[in-house]
């Protein structure tokens, strides 16, 4: 439901920026509305096509700056400031495009009343559009078999964040959980009782999130087996969580689901193709950035004594130690100095030119030969180093699942700017890698490099 929403969104902004163009250029030119020449404009010309043209720039511009990783408008302020660093773009890529004289240009006031234009109907559009869409649409009713930690997680975001379309109408709570810490955060608590199965029914849930393993045998799992027959759609609560969050909850999963289910286990044809166009794109990497890395070497070597390359061992896929390069961005005796500590931004290790390489990541740029070499790929879950992985270990006993696959340059976990100062932190981090395994795919390969890109452009990533 999320995706849709998304999808109806970009839709009716295409739209929106369509109209306000087209509009524009028909009040500059009043005579267009002469039947013959709206023939020409729209058949024989045809005239509309820089329009589109326009309009797939705006969304590509919306969609790069991050206007639709949140339906609902948090700032309006911020939202307008946005639009107007992606107008400034456009009108930037018009300016260039004027030069060539080519068939995609605007006129001067056609491109500002239209800007003027589709910036109104945007600002108006996405207003209503984040107050009225769940009213117009509907929730989707989800009521929780169970009262744990994840279903309140996902309780609270829900009532959070109402413009995805889920509200909770209620909990079983069952004997054990009578003592659960405070209120559960919305909806009815049903106890264990005679009736379950009827009071159940009159809250008419869509969705059943069920926590936890349900025997048959028992008085729980009988009604909840009643209950898929009825017709409602029974799910576990770690599967709205992957909805919700797009990370897989370690508190959900179970062991069975990682021996048993295919999703985590990605398909050969999936890893070849990783492989081959990894090694494409490293070699391409190699042949655009050779240059910057000479001289960032040549930085490096004279900043501070020491190499200007260093190996350290990772852990890589089925947990084999490899060496990864990087530019040394520390003191060489950093270490001794200062104590071995997680890196941060303000470690006291890192170099001048260390700091401003670690913040461009020109730092990470010799990784292209470890995905020559194929010890890595282009995206995947971040290589740790050994003595790291060991501790993580033992805090976290599927910690080592995320090895299901080739360490990345990049990866889903890099994007959600997730630091590894606590153990908890680190657990999220490894959702989402689980997360990237269950959906590898080509497509998703790229989208999280096309993310990256924006990060790095924006300098919103974590180490």
């Known amino acids: 439901m999320p995706r849709l929403r998304t999808i109806i969104l970009v ?7 369509l109209f306000s163009y087209l509009l524009a250029f028909f009040l500059v030119r009043p005579s267009i509305f002469d039947p013959i020449e709206l023939e020409e404009f729209f058949v024989f010309e045809p005239g509309w096509i820089p329009f589109l043209v326009i309009s797939a720039t705006f969304l590509f511009g919306m969609y790069f700056i991050g206007l639709y990783q949140q339906i609902r408008i948090q700032s309006r302020r911020r939202f307008a400031e946005d639009l107007l660093l992606v107008f400034g773009f456009n009108f930037l890529l018009q300016a260039v495009l004027s030069y060539s004289r080519g068939p995609y240009v605007i006129s001067r006031w056609v491109m500002i009343l239209g800007s003027v234009l589709a910036f109104v109907g945007l600002m108006l559009w996405r207003i209503v559009y984040s107050l009225l869409l769940v009213r117009l649409v509907g929730f989707q009713r989800v009521l929780f078999w ?16 109402p413009e995805k379309g889920f509200e909770t109408v209620g909990v079983v709570r069952f004997d054990a959980q009578t003592h659960a810490e405070g209120e559960f955060p919305v909806g009815q608590v049903l106890g264990i009782q005679p009736g379950l199965l009827g009071k159940v029914i009159a809250l008419a849930p869509d969705r059943i999130c069920v926590s936890g393993v349900i025997s048959p045998e028992e008085s729980l799992g009988e009604a909840l087996l009643q209950c898929s027959m009825t017709g409602m759609a029974v799910e576990t609560v770690g599967d709205l969580h992957e909805m919700l969050f797009q990370r897989v909850s370690l508190d959900s999963i179970t062991i069975n689901e990682l021996i048993f289910s295919p999703s985590f286990r990605p398909a ?3 890893i070849v193709c990783q492989d081959i166009y990894s090694r494409f794109f490293s070699v391409a990497g190699i042949l655009l950035t050779w240059p910057l890395m000479i001289l960032t070497a040549i930085a490096v070597r ?5 190499p200007a390359l260093l190996r350290q061992p990772r852990v890589g896929i089925n947990g084999e130690v490899f060496n990864i390069l990087k530019f040394r961005s520390m003191f060489i005796d950093g270490d001794a100095r200062f104590g071995t500590i997680r890196a941060s931004d303000k470690d006291p290790r890192i170099t001048r030119v260390g700091r401003v390489i670690r913040v461009t990541r020109l730092d990470e740029l010799p990784q292209f030969f470890n995905v020559l070499r194929g010890d890595m790929t282009f995206v995947g879950p ?10 993580l270990t033992k805090g976290l006993p599927l910690y080592p699942q995320r090895l299901r696959v080739k360490p990345g340059i990049t990866g ?9 100062l ?5 657990k999220m ?25 924006r990060t790095l452009l924006y300098r919103t990533g974590a180490r």
């Open 11 to 17: 839709l009716l902004d295409a739209l929106v920026i």
């Open 412 to 420: 889903w976990a890099q994007l959600h700017h997730v630091p590894e």
């Open 302 to 306: 004279l900043d501070s004594p020491g």
């Open 382 to 391: 971040r290589p740790e180093m050994p003595v790291y992985a060991e501790k």
């Open 422 to 426: 606590s153990l908890v932190e680190t």
């Open 146 to 161: 169970g009262d744990t930690p994840v279903a309140r997680e996902v309780a609270e975001h829900m009532a959070h964040y």
């Open 429 to 453: 981090k490894v959702e989402y890698d689980l997360y990237y395994i269950k959906n590898m795919s080509p497509l998703f390969d790229f989208l999280i490099v096309f993310h990256t890109i």
């Open 268 to 270: 050969r044809w999936k």
